[in-house]
């Protein structure tokens, strides 16, 4: 089935540390994105990228750095300079200007 | 940057269609109008969009008001499982899609 694959679904991070978010699609898609959400909040655009090796920063890429090196996969590290991790991270991806199409997230909480 | 205008909350009786207001006085001319949902910790799932026309699909319909400043979404005969927050949305593409806090709708019983 095509689709987007988040992995983890949760995950745990100590102080200090970096921790990578997983973001495969098998839907032919150039363009990939990353999302915050905070609880009861809408959908925050960290990072964005439309093509292989190329990536944007959204509005709150602070503290997050991404890598686009197969059109298939677009990892999101959280790193220890985000001082307020604990999220909901959506990925998604679509053909650019057509429908985004999203995975079901990973929620990162801080040990 | 909040464009659209959404209730906080609905309810709808199961069965009966549900009718989703939003709106975007506004938007632009090339700005089209998308409706998501969210089911609670699950990715947002997309519905439908337009620009102009009424649109519909297996899911809902999408009725746009002449000048396009407002549009609502039609879900025909509600279920407990369309029970999420709905999101309305204008956008051009790309990395403008920008989720608010959309509508909340509850369908009862």
């Known amino acids: 089935d095509g689709g987007i694959t988040q992995s983890p679904k949760y995950l745990f991070r100590k102080e200090g540390q970096n921790v990578t978010l997983s973001c495969e699609q098998n839907?032919?898609?150039?363009?990939m994105y990353w999302y915050r959400q905070d609880p009861g909040q809408g959908l925050r655009l960290i990072y964005y990228?439309?093509?292989?090796?190329?990536?944007q920063k959204g509005d709150i890429a602070e503290g997050y750095s991404v890598s686009r090196e197969k059109k298939e996969s677009f990892p999101l590290t959280v790193t220890s300079a985000q001082k307020n991790p604990t999220a909901f991270y959506l990925c998604?991806?679509?053909?650019?200007?057509?429908?985004?199409?999203f995975g079901d997230g990973t929620r990162l909480s801080i040990l | 940057d909040a464009k659209t205008t959404q209730p906080t909350s609905m309810d709808c009786a199961e069965g009966r269609a549900a009718n989703l207001p939003c709106n975007h006085s506004?938007?632009?001319?090339?700005?089209?109008v998308y409706w998501y949902r969210q089911i609670h910790s699950q990715g947002p799932q997309y519905i439908i969009h337009?620009?102009?026309n009424n649109e519909t699909n297996e899911m809902a319909s999408l009725i746009i008001t002449e000048d396009r400043k407002s549009s609502t979404l039609i879900l025909p005969h509600a279920t407990l499982r369309d029970t999420a927050v709905y999101y309305c949305?204008?956008?051009?593409?790309?990395?403008?899609?920008?989720f608010g806090t959309g509508t909340s709708l509850t369908v009862i019983p």
């Open positions: 337009g620009l102009k």
């Open positions: 949305i204008v956008t051009t593409g790309g990395n403008q899609f920008y």
């Open positions: 998604a991806s679509s053909f650019w200007d057509q429908p985004q199409h």
């Open positions: 506004t938007i632009s001319g090339n700005e089209y």
């Open positions: 990228s439309q093509i292989v090796n190329d990536f």
């Open positions: 839907l032919n898609h150039d363009a």
